[in-house]
């Protein structure tokens, strides 16, 4: 039941295969220096846990996030929950750093460990535990199976995802997942987070670093899903490729001697031997045809990625 129909690879050959080359100069380049490394952590940290609970509804900023995280500043104006919430999560994270290694195995018990995480001293009578209830997800076009059937469904996926008898790639693994976890929906409360959070378990058992889904996509993420749901993973691999490839940028452009000039493509298509304009390009962006990513509402692309475009079309 939990077959996939990979219909979306013919869309996304090049992109998994641009991602991988990513992987293998990213863990070429490893041990990156303490300081990088440290660096980039603090930011993720707080990148990911704004925008995972922003997508929940919290409204703490990413500046007030990182108040919270880093100074241990109160927000004025902010409830308790949604502090709690902050630093829930900042603990989540340093757990799965924790957990994460090469021959790593996914499991319930640190599912629902990280789950305990995320809902400690917020909602404790759900915290850790699979639901005993029904639920619903407003704006789904499904509802989640019954409650006797979580457990499982749950061991079910754990497996597929451990065997993976369709020979998925990293990015596929996880993004399955997500979708199969949230389907079946096994907690009250805290599903997105906690899926948002094991998913780059089974990306960072292979080296890649955590994608975050960007609270500005909440509507395409949504929509994804419900695409997902009818058995259609075009969007979503998409949407996951994009995230993944962000991390990647990031990463790549710091490791020392990095030559890699990510701009805005507003400014990218200033230049003269750019044949195309900022509409194209764009959208060349978010199909993933060219090397790029996403920051704010922004894309950033690099004039080496829309010159190999030109170069390569029609192969
Ligand atoms: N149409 C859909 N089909 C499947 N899953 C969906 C759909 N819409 C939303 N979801 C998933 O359900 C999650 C919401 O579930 P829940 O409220 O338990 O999680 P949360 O962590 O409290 O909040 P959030 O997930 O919004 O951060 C969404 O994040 C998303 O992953
Ligand atoms: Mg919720």
């Given at each position: 039941m939990w077959d996939v129909?990979?219909?979306?690879?013919?869309d996304l050959e090049q992109t998994f295969a641009?991602?991988?080359d990513k992987l293998e100069v990213l863990n070429a380049a490893r041990p990156l220096p303490n300081i990088v490394l440290q660096n980039i952590k603090e930011a993720f940290l707080v990148e990911w846990t704004y925008n995972s609970n922003s997508i929940e509804g919290n409204t703490l900023s990413l500046r007030e996030t990182q108040l919270v995280l880093q100074e241990g500043i109160t927000v004025k104006g902010k409830s308790l929950r949604e502090h709690f919430e902050a630093k829930n999560h900042e603990f989540a994270i340093l757990k799965l750093y924790q957990l994460?290694?090469?021959?790593?195995?996914?499991?319930?018990?640190?599912?629902?460990?990280?789950?305990?995480?995320?809902?400690?001293?917020i909602e404790d009578e759900y915290a850790g535990r699979l639901?005993?209830?029904?639920?619903?997800?407003?704006?789904?076009?499904?509802?989640?199976?019954n409650a006797r059937k979580v457990s499982e469904y749950l061991d079910d996926l754990i497996d597929y995802i451990n065997t993976n008898p369709q020979g998925l790639n990293a990015i596929e693994l996880a993004t399955v997942f997500h979708h199969k976890f949230v389907w079946i929906h096994p907690f009250?409360?805290?599903?997105?987070?906690?899926?948002?959070?094991?998913?780059?378990?089974?990306l960072?058992?292979?080296?890649f670093p955590p994608?975050?889904?960007?609270?500005?996509?909440?509507?395409?993420?949504?929509?994804?899903?419900?695409?997902?749901n009818n058995g259609n993973y075009a969007k979503l691999m998409l949407l996951m490729c994009q995230a993944t490839e962000r991390s990647l940028n990031i990463y790549l452009s710091a490791i020392p001697g990095s030559d890699k000039d990510y701009q805005a493509i507003s400014s990218i298509v200033e230049e003269p031997e750019i044949p195309y304009g900022q509409e194209y390009v764009s959208l060349l962006a978010r199909q993933g045809k060219i090397d790029a990513h996403k920051e704010g509402?922004?894309?950033?692309?690099t004039k080496e990625a829309v010159l190999n475009y030109i170069q390569n079309k029609g192969k």
């Amino acid at each position: 039941m939990w077959d996939v129909d990979t219909k979306y690879r013919q869309d996304l050959e090049q992109t998994f295969a641009r991602l991988l080359d990513k992987l293998e100069v990213l863990n070429a380049a490893r041990p990156l220096p303490n300081i990088v490394l440290q660096n980039i952590k603090e930011a993720f940290l707080v990148e990911w846990t704004y925008n995972s609970n922003s997508i929940e509804g919290n409204t703490l900023s990413l500046r007030e996030t990182q108040l919270v995280l880093q100074e241990g500043i109160t927000v004025k104006g902010k409830s308790l929950r949604e502090h709690f919430e902050a630093k829930n999560h900042e603990f989540a994270i340093l757990k799965l750093y924790q957990l994460v290694k090469d021959d790593y195995v996914l499991n319930a018990k640190d599912i629902l460990d990280l789950h305990g995480l995320v809902l400690r001293s917020i909602e404790d009578e759900y915290a850790g535990r699979l639901r005993n209830g029904g639920v619903r997800i407003s704006g789904a076009n499904f509802v989640p199976p019954n409650a006797r059937k979580v457990s499982e469904y749950l061991d079910d996926l754990i497996d597929y995802i451990n065997t993976n008898p369709q020979g998925l790639n990293a990015i596929e693994l996880a993004t399955v997942f997500h979708h199969k976890f949230v389907w079946i929906h096994p907690f009250f409360d805290g599903n997105g987070r906690t899926v948002r959070l094991v998913m780059n378990l089974l990306l960072m058992r292979y080296g890649f670093p955590p994608a975050i889904i960007l609270a500005n996509d909440r509507a395409k993420y949504y929509a994804a899903l419900n695409q997902a749901n009818n058995g259609n993973y075009a969007k979503l691999m998409l949407l996951m490729c994009q995230a993944t490839e962000r991390s990647l940028n990031i990463y790549l452009s710091a490791i020392p001697g990095s030559d890699k000039d990510y701009q805005a493509i507003s400014s990218i298509v200033e230049e003269p031997e750019i044949p195309y304009g900022q509409e194209y390009v764009s959208l060349l962006a978010r199909q993933g045809k060219i090397d790029a990513h996403k920051e704010g509402r922004n894309w950033y692309t690099t004039k080496e990625a829309v010159l190999n475009y030109i170069q390569n079309k029609g192969k």
